[in-house]
């Protein structure tokens, strides 16, 4: 699992404990103030769980599936209040409580995986440090010589500042689709098909001039109308 998914499950967590414990909202939803949406509210906290669940389902089918059956039990415990709500009921301090605690549940569940993860993740860069060892950096393929982390390009284990937005973006493609041809509108949508965009061709300029005074032996290529490709320079 990338350090890009564990941030965004650990922040869903951070969420969920902070609506949680929202006093003030859970003891309107006791006295069955109408119109507050219990199940609506918890749409921003669980922005993104979707396909969080997707990435678990491959890491670790088990603990997707407590995950999920925890996320079922929120959502149901949610929908009973809304519905007490709708009946014009007072005094739902139990079920306010209920819902209270299953949203912590899946935050503590979530927070588990964060951990989990993070010593896999931790397990997997030591593998890579005994690689790194093993191999020296110029006997690897070009392409595997780089690392994509999140807001950094690194090259051979130097960070090559690239920076963030389009330049950092559209190098990532590049590296992730090495050797392949990118289409134009990959890297911006709003692109016309067959020609790149000038935020496109300022972001190779930079691109180029990064590479080649950092020393990499790779060229960016454009195939016209179709869009660009990093190959291994022949030098």
């Known amino acids: 699992m990338s350090a890009e998914t564990i941030d965004s499950i650990e922040q869903i ?16 939803l006791c006295y069955g103030l109408a119109g507050l949406g ?16 997707l990435k678990l389902k491959c890491w670790r089918p088990e603990a997707a599936e407590k995950v999920e059956k925890e996320h079922r039990r929120l959502l149901s415990s949610a929908k009973g209040i809304d519905q007490k709500i709708k009946d014009g009921r007072r005094g739902l301090v139990f079920p306010a409580s209920a819902v209270q605690i299953s949203a912590n549940l899946l935050a503590k569940k979530l927070r588990t995986i964060v951990e989990m993860a993070r010593g896999d993740l931790s397990v997997e860069k030591q593998k890579d440090k005994r690689r790194l060892k093993k191999t020296p950096p110029k006997s690897r393929p070009v392409a595997k010589r780089f690392t994509l982390r999140q807001g950094q390009v690194l090259f051979d284990g130097r960070d090559l500042n690239i920076g ?9 493609a590049l590296i992730e689709n090495f050797g392949r041809v990118v289409p134009f509108q990959e890297f911006d ?13 300022t972001a190779i300029r930079r691109l180029r001039k990064t590479t080649k005074s950092a020393g990499i032996p790779v060229v960016i290529e454009n195939r016209k109308a179709e869009g660009y490709l990093m190959l291994p320079s022949t030098r």
């Open 189 to 201: 949508e709003n692109s016309p098909e067959r020609e790149a965009s000038e935020k496109i061709r």
């Open 13 to 28: 967590a951070e969420k969920l404990e902070t609506w949680a414990n929202d006093n003030k909202r859970h003891r309107m």
């Open 164 to 172: 963030t937005g389009a330049a950092l973006d559209i190098a990532k």
């Open 38 to 53: 219990c199940r609506a509210s918890l749409s921003e906290p669980l922005r993104g769980f979707g396909t969080i669940l």
